[in-house]
Each structure stands twice: as structure tokens, then as C-alpha cells.
């Protein structure tokens, strides 16, 4: 199956810019479309930030994070990065990277619509 790594996190200021990285392993990279997810405690909802698909890297951002955060993908090297800027207190979470093969919908925004899953990074920002 599909492995994926999450990197990156960090204990930042309010307004700061992070990167996290998803490094992916087995699976076909190209033939998968990436998301990330942020949970705020344990045990509770894995909220949508971001999606990424393949054809045309269509994006999904929710509604929170629009105009702050930007998702990437290096084919090459089968990383996905999530660029997050303008940190707020309400962004920290445990960040976790999802894929799921493409099928042709590139708006698939809820938790269960994904079949790998990274075990997270924690991302706290203090205001």
C-alpha cells in the first residue's frame, strides 16, 4: 500500500509562514491526488485544509485557510507540501497527509473518501 510521512511541523508566532512536507512511498505517485487534514485533539474530526489532483493540480482549500495556505506536489522526488502563512492560534493541530487513487472527481473533501493516511505533525502557533 501507500506510505506517507509528514515533516515539518513546529512551535511558530502568530503571523509566521510553515512548510510541511508528505513524503509518499510505494503505490504509483502519479496516479494518486493528495490531501491534508488537521486534527485538533485526539480523537476528533480530521478537518479538510487542502487537496491537490493530477491532470490539471486542481485545488480545494476549506474555507478557513483560503488565501493563507497553498498545497503543492513534486512529482519527481513524490513529496506533496502544504505552505501555510499568516499563522493564526486556531491553526494549531496535528497536520496529516491522505491520498486516494484519482478518479476522475478532483473534489473530494471528507476524511473517509481517503485510503492512506500519515500519522501526523504537530503545528502549534501561540499568539
Known amino acids: 500500500q501507500v506510505t506517507l510521512v509528514e515533516s515539518g511541523g513546529d512551535l511558530v508566532q502568530a503571523g509566521d509562514t510553515l512548510r510541511l512536507s508528505c513524503s509518499a512511498s510505494?503505490?504509483?505517485?502519479?496516479?494518486?491526488?493528495f490531501a491534508w487534514f488537521r486534527q485538533a485533539a485526539p480523537g476528533g474530526e480530521r478537518m479538510f485544509v487542502a487537496?491537490?489532483?493530477?491532470?490539471?493540480?486542481?485545488?480545494y482549500y476549506g474555507d478557513s485557510v483560503k488565501g493563507r495556505f497553498t498545497i503543492s506536489r513534486d512529482n519527481a522526488n513524490n513529496k506533496v507540501y502544504l505552505e501555510m502563512n499568516s499563522l493564526k492560534p486556531e491553526d494549531t493541530a496535528v497536520y496529516l497527509c491522505?491520498?486516494?487513487?484519482?478518479?476522475?472527481?478532483?473534489?473530494?473533501?471528507?476524511?473517509?473518501?481517503?485510503?492512506?493516511w500519515g500519522q501526523g505533525t504537530q503545528v502549534t502557533v501561540s499568539s
Open positions: 491522505a491520498a486516494r487513487y484519482y478518479s476522475g472527481n478532483s473534489r473530494v473533501l471528507q476524511q473517509e473518501e481517503y485510503d492512506y
Open positions: 510505494g503505490g504509483t505517485f502519479l496516479a494518486l491526488m
Open positions: 487537496s491537490i489532483t493530477r491532470p490539471t493540480l486542481a485545488q
